[in-house]
Each structure stands twice: as C-alpha cells, then as structure tokens.
C-alpha cells in the first residue's frame, strides 16, 4: 500500500501548490485522481516518483518510511512513473529503452507483446530513435510501454489518454484493467477520462492543492456534474490577483 500523509509542497518562489495532502493507493486496487487544470495532480505524481522533494508531510510504500527516498530507491521497491509529457531520451532505441526499463534484454516476443498492448507494432517501432521524429502519441505510448515493462507493484500514470487515439485508448483501458485484475498491480491514474473513471475503486478529486473529494463513481460522479470542477476563478486565485 502507498501512504500519504499531510504532503505539501512550497515552489521556489514560496508559493503552496501542495497543501496537505494525504491519501492511500490500496494493494491491487485502481485510484483514479482527477480535478480542475493547474490542481496539483501531476505534482502529486511526482513527490510519489520522488522527482520533487516535500516540503513537510511523510510518504510510505509497504509499511516503508520512503519520503525522502531517491528515484532510483523507489523504482527498486516497486514504484514506476509515467509522465504526462512523456522525456525524448535522444540517442536511444526504442529496444534500448524498453530493455532499460525492463532492467534485461528481452526477447522480440516479449517486446511484440508489450508494444502490441499499447496498439504499435514491433516492426515498424523497435529500432527507431527515441526523437522528436516520433508523434506525440506514439512516444507516450511507447513510454506506458516502458512502464509494463518494468512490471512494478504500483504503478503511476498520468493523463495515459493524452494524445492516444480512442482506439488505442479502449485498448488501453483494457490494458489497466488486466493489470489490476490479473497481474495484481496497484494503479495511481491521473485522469479527466469518464472511461478510466468507470474502472477505478476510488476516485480522488484534487483542487487548489488539496483534496477535495474522495470515493467510489458513485459517490464522486454526480458532485462532480454538479457543481463541475472548472470554476476558474476559485477564492484562492482571486486573492492572488487582488
Ligand atoms: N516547479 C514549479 N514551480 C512553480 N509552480 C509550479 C511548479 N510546478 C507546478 N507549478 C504550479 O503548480 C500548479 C499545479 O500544477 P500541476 O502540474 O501539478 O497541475 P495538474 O493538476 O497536473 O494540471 P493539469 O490538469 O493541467 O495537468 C500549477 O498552477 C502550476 O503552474
Ligand atoms: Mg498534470
């Protein structure tokens, strides 16, 4: 299980984007966090990948204290991260990424199976060059990849739609529901998607850097319709304006 408990996170500049944040990821379970633009989400994802610092809080993975852990110390204990814009690591191979990110060379069966669950076929994929000649669509999705690969126990997405056409998306879906199901991954999505939303056990619904709301789709949902989320000019904007 992934813990966290009252995180919050100052920018250099003093302002609060993360105000007290706390939530848990159970064991073979799909959470889905959602929100307004500008929320917290994708800095949420990277405090849990290690990528930002907290400013105060604590974070467990499995009963381990892991809030000042690096990058690489989490990866090791089973925590993978995939970004919403996903990193071009020029000069590498699409083959070469995925054996990185598996950790060992893996056979061109078990890389046509990988690739063909994020709808791309090895072929036409597996020696290019990690460039800015790959479509948007085509990295992130060669980026999830990388994340199967590496086949950690809990695995953070965020935004896994942006980019991907609906078919591969439906796929994709798929993807996340088998991995929960079948491979009994913990799965983190952040995600605006109702199709994701559909498949999590608990939604989390993060706002001006808190959460705001937290339960099943059936709870969450029609909160969610009603007021909507996008009031773009909350309180605490305003006061920064003024
Ligand atoms: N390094 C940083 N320094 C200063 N402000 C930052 C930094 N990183 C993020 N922010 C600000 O923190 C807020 C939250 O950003 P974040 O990327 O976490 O939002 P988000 O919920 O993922 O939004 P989106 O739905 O658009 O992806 C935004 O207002 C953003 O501009
Ligand atoms: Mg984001």
């Known amino acids: 299980?992934?813990?966290?408990?009252?995180?919050?996170?100052?920018?250099?500049?003093?302002?609060?984007?993360?105000?007290?944040?706390?939530?848990?990821?159970?064991d073979h379970k799909l959470v889905v966090i959602t929100g307004p633009n500008g929320g917290g989400k994708t800095t949420i994802a990277?405090?849990?990948?290690?990528?930002?610092?907290?400013?105060?809080?604590?974070?467990?993975?499995?009963?381990d204290e892991i809030t000042r852990d690096?990058?690489?110390?989490?990866?090791?204990?089973?925590?993978?991260?995939?970004?919403?814009?996903?990193?071009?690591?020029?000069?590498?191979t699409v083959r070469e990424m995925m054996n990185l990110a598996a950790g060992r060379e893996l056979?061109?069966?078990a890389l046509c199976n990988l690739l063909g669950r994020v709808g791309l076929c090895m072929a036409d994929y597996i020696d290019r060059e990690i460039s800015a000649k790959l479509s948007g669509g085509e990295i992130k999705?060669?980026?999830?990849?990388?994340?199967?690969?590496?086949?950690?126990?809990?695995?953070?997405?965020?935004?896994?739609?942006?980019?991907?056409?609906?078919w591969s998306f439906t796929q994709l879906?798929?993807?996340?529901?088998?991995l929960k199901k079948e491979e009994h991954a913990s799965l983190l999505i952040i995600?605006?998607?109702?199709?994701?939303?559909?498949?999590?056990?608990?939604?989390?619904?993060?706002?001006?850097?808190?959460?705001?709301?937290?339960?099943t789709k059936e709870e969450i949902l029609p909160t969610l319709m009603l007021q909507g989320y996008n009031d773009s000019c909350s309180v605490k904007k305003m006061r920064n304006v003024i």
């Open 1 to 26: 299980m992934l813990e966290l408990k009252d995180i919050v996170w100052d920018a250099d500049d003093g302002e609060r984007i993360i105000d007290g944040v706390s939530f848990k990821v159970p």
């Open 46 to 63: 990277k405090l849990i990948a290690g990528i930002v610092e907290p400013t105060s809080g604590e974070m467990y993975f499995n009963g």
């Open 70 to 92: 690096s990058i690489t110390d989490r990866a090791r204990k089973g925590i993978s991260y995939s970004f919403q814009q996903p990193v071009r690591f020029k000069g590498i």
């Open 107 to 109: 056979s061109d069966h």
């Open 141 to 166: 999705r060669i980026e999830i990849a990388s994340v199967l690969a590496r086949r950690s126990s809990m695995m953070v997405f965020d935004e896994p739609e942006a980019g991907i056409d609906l």
């Open 173 to 178: 879906v798929q993807v996340f529901e088998t």
């Open 191 to 215: 995600s605006h998607q109702e199709r994701i939303i559909d498949i999590a056990d608990e939604i989390i619904v993060v706002k001006d850097g808190k959460v705001a709301g937290q339960g």
